[in-house]
Structures are given as structure tokens and as C-alpha cells.
């Protein structure tokens, strides 16, 4: 399958490097090349510069949003919060039309310190937004209340835990599931939450992710539902 | 110990048992008992009225909240958002001076139907809220993320599943610990997440609680944080 993945973070590259493991054509698309190219110095992650990175990822291909949003069937969103109205916007509404996209992003806004906030949060959600703006693109919200690294290897904690699905479009989420499933992750821990209001709920689950990962002095934990018997 | 519970329905009914069970005595709080006592009609869950069931539970003492708050050592907040800082002020301010309360309120708004929205979060908490208005109470947030059935009952769960606390007193916060422990809560599962802002992560974590309840089709589920290797 060819995959546009819009960002080109830690999330983009963790997806990115999965999706050529799995055999699939990948183009990362970014607002400025230049510009994404240029940055030095190491995130938060430890990892190297997007451009080591592309170096050593020469599999995945990397041209500017609109690109990336045309040369995928299949789409990811894996800018931050505050980027990803911009991105789809220079992705181009024609580019988006009728494609599934997963979108993995948080509104989370860092501006004012840590803890963050949510710039949108409580009687929205920045998946019901990305639906609302781009009514022909079939957005699934998934893999946004976890570490990339355990997005793509479920297998990475000791015990099952969960994976959350919001979205209109039972096709698409079904189509996502299945990319989820060959990512490593068990259908029955794949919970479809229901339509992309839904959203709400996993978005508002990141106060407390961000806090956990403080506590717990690590970001590889996630959220398992433990449900009784009936 | 002399516990006071302000609210009278199932969370407090389900705690006021327990404690009772566990040899504590109980006294429970309203804003007015004849009107309490005048409810008619089963709630959502099916249980009987508050007047049917504190007569079937005549070791639990059954007062205004300014006697509840009077006559706990510890108190334990079990009345709904909405009620919680009318109940408080009910309670007064001397009642509830120097004393640990766990506070088991979500601030829920059902006015607009379902699914609820959040009448404080994202920059404040209800449990922030409370800390604010009362410095000299100890409020130790923990157990809103859950059915009431589970609270006083995790072994209700095939798994282990986790409790949050939130509070600035570290004193506070290990008597909760203590009680939790007695209602059979393994000292593992129960999470001091740090001070009380970090109730805004628990509180917010209701609106995927809500929607999960209702894909699951039931309220007998709660949260693991599973934890990777170190």
C-alpha cells in the first residue's frame, strides 16, 4: 500500500520505518523540506536529526504535505496539535478526499510549561474538527494515548493493554484495524469506541498519560481496560 | 474511626456499607433529610430508594451535612459534582478543618444529555477547586475513576487494575492508602500520581469512562496502567 504520513517527528519516523519493515511504499510530508532538513540538535527522544534519520531510512520517501497527501491511498497524521490543521490544509482538500487517515495527533498545547493543556478539549476534539473540516476525509483517531514506540510493538509491555478506535466510517476502521493487526496488535485489544465524537474521550485521557509518565519516571506504559464478568 | 460521608446515593450508600462492615462508624450526610428520605423511584442503578435502604442499614446514622462533617474524624466526599461545593459550604468550615477527605466527585454535567460534559477541567479541577476554598482540609482526590462496586471491592475485576490519588498532604495521602488497603486494594495498584493538580488528569478521564462503559455495555470495567520493563 502507499502511505502519506503528514509530520515528521518521532511518531512519523516510528510509523515510517514500520510501514517500510511491512513492505509498504512511504512518503513523509513536511511544510518547509529546507526547513525540516536544516534542524539540528536531538529531541526529547534522544534520536538523531530528521536528516541522519532520511539518511538511514532511504526507503521512505520525503516531500512536502501536498506531495505525501497525493501519493498516498492510505493516510497518517502524525504532526503535533497546533500542526495539524495547517498540514491538511497545504496537503489540499482534493488530496484527503475519500482517504482514510489515521490520525494520531493531541492538542496539546506546551506553551504555558508543563503540565500541558488542551487547546481543545471537553465539547470537542481535534479529530471531530479534522471530520468537520474535511467531511470527504474518513478520519480514525487511534495510537494518539501512547508512545510511538509502542504504536508499532504492542509487545513492548509485559500484559495486553488497549488501543482505542474513534471514527464515523466502519470501513475505515476496519481498514485501520487491520493495519493495527499487522503491526503486532491483538484484535481484542482493539477497542472501536464509536463514532469520532468518541474522540473526546481519548484525547482527554492525555492530562493524565503526561502525568503517569512523571510518576512512573518512564513513557513505556499504556492503558489497559479490565473489564468483569457479565 | 468516626467517618462522615457527604451525598446519599450509590457511592456513598456502597462506601457507608463497607466502612460498617470494616467496623468504622458511619454517619451520612444530606442538605435536608426529609427531602432525602421523601425520594421516590429506583435510580440508574436499579437500587432501592435512600429510605429503604437506611433502614436495611440501621448502623449507618443519618444526618444534615454540618453533623457528618461534625462527627467524622474522616470524611469522604460522595455527593455529585454539582453538589459538591454547596455540600461543603453546608458541611462549614470548622467541621472540616485539619481533617483528610477523600474526595470522590467528578464534575459531570448531564444538563445538555448524554454523553456528559465537564463543568470545570483542562486548567482547574474540581479537587483544586475544593483544596482552594478549604486549605486547612486535606483533600486526598481518589476513586472517581470507577464504579462504585469496584471501589470497595477490586477482587470484582479478574485483573489487577490501578487507583489514583491526588493530594498535596503526604500524610493524608498514605491514610487513604491505608483505607484503600482495608477495602482490599493491593498496595501496588494504587497510584499517587503527586499534588492535587494532578486531579485534572483523573477527573478528565471520565468522558472516556462514559463512552467505554456504554461500547462495553457496562460500568464493571477500570484502568491498568501496564508498565514496560525498566
Known amino acids: 500500500m502507499k502511505i502519506g504520513i503528514l509530520g515528521t517527528g518521532v511518531v512519523s519516523q516510528t510509523i515510517a520505518e514500520k510501514l517500510v519493515q511491512l513492505g509498504h511504499g512511504v512518503m ?9 532538513l536544516a534542524k539540528t540538535g536531538k529531541d526529547n527522544f534522544g534520536r538523531p536529526t530528521f ?12 516531500e512536502i ?8 491511498e492510505f493516510l497518517v497524521n502524525a504532526t503535533n496539535g497546533f500542526g495539524t490543521m495547517p498540514a491538511l490544509e497545504a496537503a489540499g482538500k482534493r488530496n484527503l478526499a ?15 510549561g508543563m503540565p500541558p493543556t488542551l487547546f481543545i478539549s471537553n465539547t470537542d476534539s481535534l479529530g ?3 471530520q468537520r473540516t474535511y467531511p470527504e476525509l474518513k478520519v480514525v483517531k487511534a ?6 514506540y509502542i504504536m508499532v510493538n504492542p509487545a513492548l509491555l509485559p500484559d495486553d493493554h488497549n488501543v482505542f478506535l474513534n ?9 485501520v484495524k487491520m493495519l493495527l493487526i499487522s503491526f503486532g496488535w491483538k484484535e481484542k485489544n482493539i477497542i472501536d469506541m464509536g463514532d469520532i465524537s468518541t474522540a473526546r474521550g481519548t484525547e482527554q485521557i492525555l492530562p493524565i498519560w503526561v502525568r503517569l509518565s512523571g510518576t ?11 473489564v468483569g464478568g457479565k
Open 143 to 148: 495510537l494518539n494515548t501512547m508512545n510511538a
Open 98 to 112: 475519500n482517504k482514510v487517515m489515521i490520525d494520531i495527533s493531541n492538542p496539546l498545547d506546551f506553551s504555558k
Open 28 to 36: 513523509i510530508g513536511t511544510r518547509d523540506k529546507q526547513a525540516t
Open 167 to 175: 471514527g464515523n466510517d466502519v470501513n475505515a476502521k476496519n481498514e
Open 128 to 130: 471531530e474538527q479534522i
Open 65 to 72: 504535505y501536498s506531495e505525501a497527501a497525493s501519493f498516498g
Open 51 to 62: 536528516s541522519e534519520w532520511i539518511k538511514n531510512n532511504s526507503k521512505v520517501q520525503f
Open 216 to 226: 512512573l519516571q518512564t513513557p513505556i506504559f499504556n492503558f489497559k481496560i479490565v
